[in-house]
């Protein structure tokens, strides 16, 4: 919820870097947060490897190092991810965006569960209004225009500053583009998954597309759910980390959505982690050159792609590390070599 309009807080930090949310008034931080992992308990092991009070310094941390805008959903956590945020958000005083979304799940068959859906985000979250409003991925039987009707209908109350959609591909993307120009209105954001590991936003033209319509990209699992990190190795890959009720409750999410990030990273095996070694090399390489870690140099590529990643941080170090991506540029011929480097590891994007 804005406290006051963004542009304001610029004028008087003219040093925080600031990015225009689709063709809003609203400027955001080149670099967001999300919150996934918190208050999530089935799958992130919240309150076992972090806690509440991690994740509030994390946020206190993010916020103080310019970050302005913070990614969550009714889904994450079973509603806790909202509500947490919401405290949290309720502790400043700077203009921060926050976006939450919308999940049509199939047994959602009516059109208006959709501002009813938005009504009880807004209660978790303790807010009046939201500043973006996202559609979070398209699930039949429900048509994608009766969804996108229903976005329209949420931006006419006033409840929702702007509206996006999520997981949408060029083709829904410029559909709902359509919908929303013959009602006078605009689409502000498609969030996708987009990442070293994943630049199928850029190969199907979604990235083009979304610069052409004055659409902000929100890249999601920018870090590949911290395998580009580097932190991992074939001895132990990222599935290590979960215990085994965390790694039955992946499984389900893997039959249910297959595609969902959350279930490729975990597919990182050790096979994995070896054929992404030159990629990871690679940032550290680059990320030695500005003396900067793989971590910001991953980060600051998304960025450099005209993107705007959102970053999953669970705790201090995490939150301090990513917000050192911010204020700083890779050179045209750093992200060419990532480029080359990484379109040769795309197979994980399908496969992994
Ligand atoms: N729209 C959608 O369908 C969708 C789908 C997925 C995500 N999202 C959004 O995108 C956000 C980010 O995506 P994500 O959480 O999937 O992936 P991510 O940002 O690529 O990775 C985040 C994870 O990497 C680890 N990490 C983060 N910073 C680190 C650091 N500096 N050093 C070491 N490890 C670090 C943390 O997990 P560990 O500490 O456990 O390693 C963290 O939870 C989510 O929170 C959510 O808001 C949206």
């Known amino acids: 919820m804005s406290k006051m309009p963004a542009e304001e807080n610029q004028a008087r930090n003219p040093e925080l870097p600031r990015v225009q949310l689709g063709r809003t008034d609203m400027m955001v931080s080149p670099l967001g947060v999300g919150t996934w992992s918190w208050g999530d308990h089935m799958i992130w092991g919240y309150g076992q490897s972090y806690t509440r009070q991690d994740l509030e310094t994390a946020f206190r941390i993010s916020v103080e190092k310019g970050i302005n805008f913070f990614d969550t959903a009714e889904a994450y956590g079973w509603g806790q991810a909202e509500r947490l945020l919401g405290q949290f958000v309720r502790l400043r005083t700077e203009p921060l965006v926050i976006g939450t979304k919308f999940l049509p799940s199939p047994w959602r068959l009516r059109?208006?569960?959709?501002?009813?859906?938005?009504?009880?985000?807004?209660?978790?979250?303790?807010?009046?209004?939201?500043?973006?409003?996202?559609?979070?991925?398209?699930?039949?039987?429900?048509?994608?225009e009766t969804w996108m009707d229903s976005l329209t209908e949420a931006l006419e109350t006033g409840k929702t500053r702007a509206v996006g959609i999520s997981n949408c591909n060029c083709h829904q993307m410029l559909q709902a583009v359509d919908l929303f120009s013959e009602r006078g209105m605009s689409l502000s954001s498609n969030q996708v998954e987009f990442s070293l590991l994943n630049r199928e936003p850029e190969y199907e033209g979604l990235l083009e597309a979304c610069h052409q319509q004055g659409i902000t990209l929100i890249?999601?699992?920018?870090?590949?759910?911290?395998?580009?990190?580097?932190?991992?190795?074939?001895?132990?890959?990222?599935?290590?980390?979960?215990?085994?009720?965390?790694?039955?409750?992946?499984?389900?999410?893997?039959?249910?959505?297959?595609?969902?990030?959350?279930?490729?990273?975990?597919?990182?095996?050790?096979?994995?982690?070896?054929?992404?070694q030159p990629l990871i090399d690679l940032l550290g390489d680059i990320a030695a050159a500005h003396d900067k870690t793989p971590t910001q140099v991953a980060l600051n590529w998304v960025m450099c792609k005209g993107a705007v990643p959102i970053v999953g941080v669970k705790n201090e170090r995490q939150a301090l590390e990513n917000a050192g991506a911010l204020g700083w540029s890779l050179k045209g011929t750093e992200v060419a070599e990532l480029d080359e480097v990484s379109s040769k590891m795309q197979h994980f994007a399908d496969s992994a």
């Open 111 to 144: 059109k208006s569960s959709l501002l009813a859906a938005l009504e009880n985000s807004l209660n978790r979250l303790d807010m009046e209004r939201v500043d973006l409003y996202q559609f979070h991925k398209h699930f039949p039987p429900v048509s994608f």
């Open 219 to 276: 890249a999601y699992s920018p870090l590949a759910m911290g395998v580009l990190t580097g932190k991992y190795t074939p001895e132990h890959p990222p599935i290590h980390k979960f215990r085994l009720k965390e790694r039955l409750a992946l499984h389900a999410y893997s039959l249910v959505l297959p595609a969902c990030s959350a279930a490729k990273a975990c597919q990182f095996g050790p096979d994995e982690i070896i054929q992404i």
